[in-house]
C-alpha cells in the first residue's frame, strides 16, 4: 500500500534531509517506498522486546518510546520517538528485537516491509549510508541520555531533554516560534529520567517558576532559548544536524 503523503511534506524525507543531503532521485524513491499505513491510539505497543519483525515502523505522526522492562516491572524509557524515526530499523539486521516500541499518543505509523527496505538501498547506495548516519546518531543520543541520567542533577537533566526534543522537533518542521506540542506526561518523563513522577513535577514546577518553560496542556513554548540550553548544559553536536538553523 502507498501511503499518500503530502508532495511538500513526507515525515521520512524530512528526517533524513536534517541529517543528510538526498538527491531528487532518491527523494522519490523514498516518497515511492511502499507501506502499509495504521493508526494506533495511545499506550499500545507497536513492536515488542523479542519480537522477530519482517517489517520496520515509520512514526508519521505522533509521539512514541522505545523502553526495556526490569524483572520487576519497572520501565526505562531509552527513548523517544517522533514523526521521521524508524525506531526499530535495527530490526533490519537483527532479527530479534532488544526492545519494545510503544505509542506515547495517537500515532500514524508505516510499516515498511523489510525486503521493500532492502531492495531501495540496493538501489540507491546513499540511502543506505543516510539510514547507517541515522543509527549512529541514535547510537550518539543513547550516549547523551547516559550522561544526562547518571550525571547531570534535576532541573539540568529535564532541561536537557527538553532542548533535545525542541531541536529534534525543529528539525522536522514541528516547531513554530518556540512553541510545540509536548504530549509525554510526567510519568513518561520519570521512565525517561529515573525520576519519581512527584520528583518530575517539582522540577517543571522549577523550569517554570524560573521562566524557562511555559506549558499549557500539551502546549510547551521556550521563552527564552539560550537560557534554557545554559540550564541543561546542551550543545547539539551530537545530533549532527546538516541544517544549521535547526540547532540555534
Not at 535495527?90 to 521493500?116: M, N, W, Y
Not at 549512529?136 to 547518571?150: H, P, Q
Request: proline share 4%; aromatic share 8%.
Amino acid at each position: 500500500m502507498q501511503a499518500s503523503f503530502h508532495p511538500d511534506y513526507n515525515p521520512l524525507i524530512r528526517k533524513l534531509e536534517s541529517i543528510f543531503k538526498l538527491t531528487d532521485d532518491e527523494r522519490q524513491a523514498l516518497q515511492n517506498l511502499p507501506m502499509q499505513m495504521a493508526t494506533i491510539k495511545e499506550d499500545q505497543d507497536i513492536v515488542r522486546e523479542g519480537d522477530r519483525p519482517s517489517r520496520s515502523c515509520l512514526i508519521v505522526s505522533g509521539f512514541a518510546c522505545a523502553y526495556k522492562m526490569t524483572a520487576h516491572g519497572k520501565r526505562q524509557i531509552v527513548s523517544f520517538t517522533i514523526a521521521g524515526d524508524i525506531p526499530d530499523l535495527q530490526s533490519l539486521h537483527l532479527k530479534v528485537l532488544d526492545s519494545s516500541v510503544s505509542t506515547i499518543s495517537r500515532c500514524s505509523v508505516g510499516f515498511i516491509a523489510h525486503e521493500d527496505l532492502r531492495a531501495l538501498c540496493e538501489r540507491y547506495p546513499r540511502i543506505t549510508a543516510a539510514f547507517w548516519r541515522e543509527t549512529l546518531i541514535d547510537a550518539a543520543i543513547f550516549r547523551e541520555w547516559v550522561v544526562n541520567v547518571g550525571r547531570r542533577e534535576g532541573s539540568s537533566r529535564m532541561a536537557h531533554i527538553l532542548c533535545e526534543l525542541i531541536v529534534r522537533l525543529k528539525a522536522v518542521g514541528l516547531v513554530e516560534d518556540d512553541v510545540c506540542d509536548l504530549p509525554i506526561t510526567q510519568g513518561e518523563f520519570a521512565d525517561a529520567l529515573g525520576f519519581s513522577p512527584v520528583h518530575v513535577n517539582r522540577v517543571f514546577q522549577q523550569l517554570r517558576a524560573e521562566g524557562l518553560i511555559l506549558t499549557q496542556g500539551t502546549r510547551l513554548t521556550i521563552p527564552d532559548w539560550d537560557r534554557l540550553k545554559m540550564a541543561a548544559e546542551f550543545d547539539p553536536t551530537y545530533l549532527h544536524l546538516v541544517q544549521e538553523n535547526a540547532a540555534a
